[in-house]
C-alpha cells in the first residue's frame, strides 16, 4: 500500500488492522520474555487477547460495509493517526525492553498513542450495529487498566526480561 493510495475507508481500517496486530505481537511475545513470572505473564496474556477481540471487531467491521462505503475518501485526520499507528514496530520495542518497568512503560506508551484513539472513532464512525459510546470507553478502560495488575515500580524495575 503505497502512502497516496492509502485514502479510503478501507485503507484506513487496513492500517488500523496492521497497528492492532503489531500491539498483539507485541504482547504475546511480551508474555514469553515474562514467563517466569507468571502474575506479569498472565497481564501480557490478557493484553494479547484483548488485541484479538479488537483485531475480530475491525474484521466485523470491513466485512459488514458495502463496498461504497469502504471505497469512500477516509477522513484525513484519522487515516494520518491510522498511518501513524500502522509504523508500530514491536522488534523496536523489544529491543529496548530490559526489565518488567521497561515493558509497563512502553505499554502505556501504546496504550496513550493514535491506535485507541482511530479505533475508538472506527468503532463509533463504521460498527454495523449501534454502539453505545459508554461500551467502548468501558473496553478501552478495561484494556488498559490491565497493567494495574503489574504491582509497583520497584518490582517491575527487579524482574528483568528472560534472555533469547
Same mark, same amino acid.
Given at each position: 500500500? %503505497?502512502?497516496? +493510495?492509502?485514502?479510503?475507508? +478501507?485503507?484506513? #481500517?487496513?492500517?488500523?488492522?496492521? &497497528?492492532?496486530?503489531?500491539?498483539?505481537?507485541?504482547?504475546?511475545?511480551? !508474555?514469553?520474555?515474562?514467563?517466569?513470572?507468571?502474575?506479569?505473564?498472565?497481564? =501480557? =496474556?490478557? !493484553?494479547?487477547?484483548?488485541? /484479538?477481540?479488537?483485531?475480530?471487531?475491525?474484521?466485523? #467491521?470491513?466485512?459488514?460495509?458495502?463496498?461504497?462505503?469502504?471505497? @469512500?475518501? &477516509?477522513?484525513? #485526520?484519522?487515516?494520518?493517526? &491510522?498511518? %501513524? /499507528?500502522?509504523?508500530?514496530?514491536?522488534?523496536?520495542?523489544?529491543?529496548?525492553?530490559?526489565? $518488567?518497568?521497561? @515493558?509497563?512503560?512502553? &505499554?502505556?506508551?501504546?496504550?496513550? %498513542?493514535?491506535?485507541? /484513539?482511530?479505533?475508538?472513532?472506527?468503532?463509533?464512525?463504521?460498527?454495523?450495529?449501534?454502539?453505545?459510546?459508554?461500551? #467502548?470507553?468501558?473496553?478501552?478502560?478495561?484494556?488498559?487498566?490491565? $497493567?494495574?495488575? $503489574?504491582?509497583?515500580?520497584? =518490582?517491575?524495575? %527487579?524482574?528483568?526480561?528472560?534472555?533469547?
Amino acid at each position: 500500500m %503505497s502512502p497516496l +493510495s492509502t485514502q479510503t475507508v +478501507s485503507d484506513m #481500517i487496513a492500517l488500523l488492522l496492521q &497497528a492492532e496486530i503489531a500491539a498483539q505481537t507485541l504482547y504475546l511475545r511480551l !508474555m514469553e520474555a515474562f514467563a517466569h513470572e507468571p502474575d506479569a505473564s498472565r497481564v =501480557w =496474556w490478557k !493484553m494479547g487477547a484483548d488485541e /484479538a477481540a479488537h483485531i475480530r471487531l475491525l474484521e466485523q #467491521i470491513r466485512d459488514s460495509l458495502p463496498p461504497d462505503r469502504l471505497q @469512500a475518501p &477516509a477522513d484525513p #485526520i484519522w487515516l494520518e493517526q &491510522a498511518k %501513524s /499507528a500502522a509504523r508500530f514496530s514491536p522488534e523496536r520495542v523489544m529491543a529496548r525492553i530490559q526489565t $518488567l518497568e521497561d @515493558a509497563y512503560q512502553e &505499554a502505556h506508551a501504546i496504550e496513550n %498513542s493514535e491506535i485507541n /484513539a482511530v479505533f475508538e472513532f472506527v468503532m463509533t464512525e463504521y460498527f454495523p450495529r449501534p454502539l453505545r459510546l459508554e461500551f #467502548i470507553h468501558n473496553m478501552l478502560r478495561e484494556h488498559v487498566d490491565r $497493567l494495574n495488575d $503489574l504491582r509497583t515500580t520497584d =518490582w517491575r524495575r %527487579s524482574i528483568l526480561k528472560a534472555s533469547g
